[in-house]
C-alpha cells in the first residue's frame, strides 16, 4: 500500500477537508482528490461521503482511520530510530514558534535545558501559528510552541499540552497620571492614545473580541505590527497599549514600563506545546518533559 494514498487519506479525515490537507501536504487540490480514489480503489470501498458542504468519514473510512495512524506512527518512528543510527544521536531538535513564544517564552527555556544539558542542541523557526502547525505536519519540525486566543482544538494527529495561561495588562509610562487611580477602566482610556498590534495578529483579535463585548469602541492612534516597536513607542511617552504579561516583564521589572490590570477587562491568551503524536527520539522526550515542569515553576513564572 502506498504510504503517500494513506497520508493523504489520514490528513483530510484530520482536517475533514480537502483543501486544508492539500495545504499541509503541498500538493493540488485534484491530487489530493486522486490519491483518494485511488486508495479507496485499492481498498474497494468508498472512505469519504458529503454531506452538504461538509466532508465526513464513512463507516469503512472510520474503521480504516487507526490503521491508518499506526501505519504512518510506523513508518515514522522507523524514520526517526534510522536517522538516530545515522547521525548518532546528534541531530538538533528542530522547533517552531509563533512570535511570543518564540521571542519571550523559548529563550529562558532552553537557557535553563542548557544548564541541565549542555549538549543540547535545535533549530528555531519563528513563524506564524498556522505555519507552525503546517510544519508539524509537514514533518519540517519536532516541536511547536503555540500561543492561542482559544483552548487548542482536538487533532487526532498532533498532541497539545497546556503550558500556562497568561493575561493582558494595560502598559504605560511608569510617571503616566492614570497610575495614581485605584482602579483603571476602559473609559479612562478615551483620551488616551492607543498603540495596538497590527489586526491579523493573535493578541489584537482577542482585544477587538472583547472591545465588542463591552460595547467600547477604542481610539486607536497607531497600529505596529512589532511589540518590541509599541514597547519602545509607550517608552517614548507616545501612548499606551495592551498587551500580554509575559512581554513586558523584564521592561516592568526594570522600571522602563509601569503595567496594571484594566478593570473589566479579561482576556487570557493560551500558550501550548504541540507534537505529533508518535514515538520520539529521548532527547525530544527529555527536553518536553524539561519544559512541562519548568514552565510550572516560580522561576519561571517570575
Known amino acids: 500500500m502506498d504510504l503517500i494514498k494513506v497520508r493523504a487519506f489520514y490528513t483530510v479525515a484530520t482536517l475533514s477537508s480537502i483543501s486544508e490537507a492539500a495545504k499541509h501536504l503541498h500538493y493540488t487540490q485534484p491530487a489530493i482528490s486522486a490519491q483518494i480514489r485511488e486508495l479507496e480503489h485499492e481498498l474497494q470501498t468508498k472512505l469519504f461521503e458529503r454531506a452538504g458542504r461538509s466532508l465526513r468519514l464513512t463507516e469503512a473510512g472510520n474503521a480504516f482511520l487507526p490503521h491508518a495512524e499506526r501505519l504512518l506512527q510506523d513508518f515514522d518512528s522507523c524514520k526517526q530510530a534510522l536517522n538516530q543510527l545515522t547521525n548518532q544521536g546528534e541531530e538538533p531538535v528542530r522547533i517552531g514558534a509563533s512570535l511570543i513564544p518564540g521571542m519571550y517564552i523559548l529563550p529562558k527555556l532552553i537557557s535553563a535545558y542548557r544548564a541541565v544539558d549542555n549538549g543540547f542542541t535545535f533549530s528555531l523557526d519563528i513563524q506564524n501559528a ?39 495588562v494595560l502598559i504605560l509610562p511608569p510617571k503616566h497620571p492614570l497610575l495614581e487611580k485605584q482602579q483603571i477602566q476602559l473609559k479612562d482610556l478615551t483620551h488616551v492614545p492607543l498603540i495596538l498590534p497590527a489586526r491579523n495578529t493573535v493578541t489584537r483579535k482577542s482585544l477587538d473580541t472583547r472591545f465588542r463585548e463591552l460595547g467600547f469602541s477604542p481610539q486607536i492612534h497607531f497600529e505596529v505590527n512589532n511589540i518590541e516597536a509599541i514597547k519602545r513607542m509607550v517608552i517614548q511617552g507616545i501612548g499606551a497599549s495592551i498587551v500580554c504579561w509575559i512581554t513586558v516583564r523584564e521592561e516592568v521589572a526594570s522600571g522602563l514600563l509601569a503595567a496594571c490590570s484594566l478593570s473589566g477587562f479579561e482576556v487570557k491568551r493560551y500558550f501550548y506545546m504541540v507534537q505529533r503524536k508518535s514515538t520520539t527520539p529521548l532527547t525530544l522526550s527529555s527536553f518536553s518533559q524539561f519544559v512541562l515542569t519548568y514552565t510550572r515553576s516560580k522561576e519561571f513564572l517570575h
Do not use: C, S, W
Not at 134 to 158: E, S, T, V, Y
Open 130 to 168: 498556522y505555519d507552525v502547525e503546517r510544519m508539524l505536519f509537514d514533518q519540517q519540525i519536532d516541536l511547536g510552541f503555540l500561543g492561542r486566543r482559544k483552548p487548542f482544538p482536538l487533532q487526532n494527529a498532533l498532541e497539545a499540552t497546556l503550558l500556562f495561561l497568561d493575561h493582558h
